[in-house]
């Protein structure tokens, strides 16, 4: 195990160019042989060469020196706020999130708004979900999914943070738009827009339609929900689209009638790594997650 002391060292050699310069700008004190002492030892552990000498109290890193540099720089840079927020309360860093545009829209804001007064100094990455890739999970380049999630892999954790309840949506000038009950029969001859047929989400909505006994003729596909009502307002055609709230999508220039299926709620969970459980920044953020009735 490398000691923290001979990182340091190395550390403020190479930033400082020399040992004399090191040993001053060292954050307590230590003499200008300590420093020496401290990069000899290290590069005996290592077994390279960590610096060369150019000229008087002027060291240059070495390539292996350049290497080893920029992996240990970050973490002593870093380590100074790392210590203060554990003594202080606060967690910091980065929390990366990837939802469901209607997701971002309507629950994030909440979300996000009590996160950020109780934890100011997390910084929020947020983005639509567009890869259900699990390995950025656990590779931590990505810290939680939020969609519906029918399945997830064994070594991933959830919790169920609502759900979308799904709407038949047309515009208010339709021909049928008066009705208080729409068969799906009645729109044989209108466009369907829906999710992708690739997609999980455009193959549920397609079983569904089946199961019904009702294929359209005409198909327009789009990714969000929000492009959907936008082409049905414009009378392009109808849409089952989610919605968070119980009384559908709203829009003036729309008609809204809720399914009646079990078919028709989807539960909506945050998936995050089990090995990444003892992050503080992803804990804090569930502790303030919604909950799902």
């Not at 080893?68 to 929390?95: C, D, I, M, Q, T």
């Not at 629950?107 to 699990?134: A, N, T, Y």
Request: glycine letters at 8%; aromatic letters at 8%; hydrophobic letters at 45%.
């Amino acid at each position: 195990m490398i000691r923290l002391d001979r990182l340091e060292g190395f550390y403020w050699v190479a930033k400082s160019q020399g040992y004399a310069k090191a040993a001053r700008a060292f954050p307590y004190p230590i003499s200008q042989p300590g420093v020496h002492q401290q990069v000899r030892k290290l590069e005996t552990e290592l077994g390279v060469r960590l610096f060369r000498r150019e000229g008087k109290d002027i060291m240059r890193l070495t390539a292996e020196g350049e290497h080893f540099f920029a992996k240990v720089a970050p973490f002593l840079e870093a380590l100074p706020e790392l210590v203060s927020s554990l003594r202080s309360g606060r967690l910091g860093g980065v929390l990366r999130i990837r939802a469901a545009g209607l997701v971002l829209r309507h629950v994030m804001p909440d979300w996000v708004m009590r996160l950020s007064s109780l934890h100011p100094e997390i910084e929020l990455d947020l983005g639509v979900l567009e890869d259900r890739d699990f390995d950025l999970l656990r590779r931590g380049a990505i810290d939680l999914f939020i969609d519906h999630f029918p399945r997830h892999p064994s070594d991933m954790e959830s919790m169920k943070i609502g759900r979308t309840l799904v709407f038949l949506v047309l515009p208010r000038d339709h021909e049928h738009a008066a009705r208080a009950r729409l068969p799906l029969q009645l729109l044989s001859e209108t466009t369907f827009i829906g999710y992708p047929a690739n997609t999980e989400r455009g193959q549920i909505q397609r079983d569904f339609l089946r199961d019904q006994g009702f294929m359209p003729k005409r198909t327009i596909s789009a990714s969000t929900a929000d492009a959907m009502l936008g082409l049905v307002e414009s009378g392009v055609g109808f849409a089952m689209v989610p919605s968070f709230d119980v009384k559908g999508p709203r829009g003036k220039r729309l008609r809204v009638w809720p399914l009646r299926s079990p078919q028709a709620a989807f539960p909506i969970h945050a998936v995050w790594s089990r090995a990444r459980k003892d992050h503080e920044a992803l804990r804090a953020a569930l502790d303030v997650a919604p909950r799902a009735d």
